[in-house]
């Protein structure tokens, strides 16, 4: 599966975002996807994650209760609404696919099999 991220840009702190990821190659309800980020100097973290289905999600919790993940399988795209954004939010966002099968809440940066090639966010205070 090949995976594309966008809508990343620079935001003020307090504001929205939505980033997208656009899969296609194999079908996209194979996949379990995430979000990840990788700040300047900093190793790359968990965001959230969403099953097959888009009935479960899960969430880091530097970012619950802020961002949101869905999924549309019809458009086969991945989704990350991003409210009250703060300038430790600012990091290259990563779209993830992983064709592991278990609780997604035990999922690690290895669960997942395939990337995409990360959108740039940016909060200034």
């Known amino acids: 599966v090949q995976l594309q991220a966008s809508g990343g840009g620079l935001v003020q702190a307090g504001d929205s975002l939505r980033l997208s990821c656009a899969a296609s190659?194999?079908?996209?309800?194979?996949?379990?996807m995430g979000w990840f980020r990788q700040a300047p100097g900093k190793e790359r973290e968990f965001v959230a994650t969403?099953?097959?289905?888009?009935?479960?999600?899960y969430y880091s919790d530097f970012v619950k209760g802020r961002f949101t993940i869905s999924r549309d399988n019809a458009k086969n795209t991945l989704y990350l609404q991003m409210n009250s954004v703060k300038p430790e939010d600012t990091a290259v966002y990563y779209c993830?696919?992983?064709?592991?099968?278990?609780?997604?809440?035990?999922?690690?940066?290895?669960?997942?099999?395939?990337w995409g090639q990360g959108t740039q966010v940016t909060v200034s205070s």
């Open positions: 190659g194999r079908t996209f309800t194979t996949y379990v």
């Open positions: 969403i099953n097959r289905s888009g009935i479960s999600t």
């Open positions: 993830a696919a992983s064709s592991k099968w278990g609780k997604i809440e035990s999922y690690t940066r290895q669960s997942y099999d395939y």
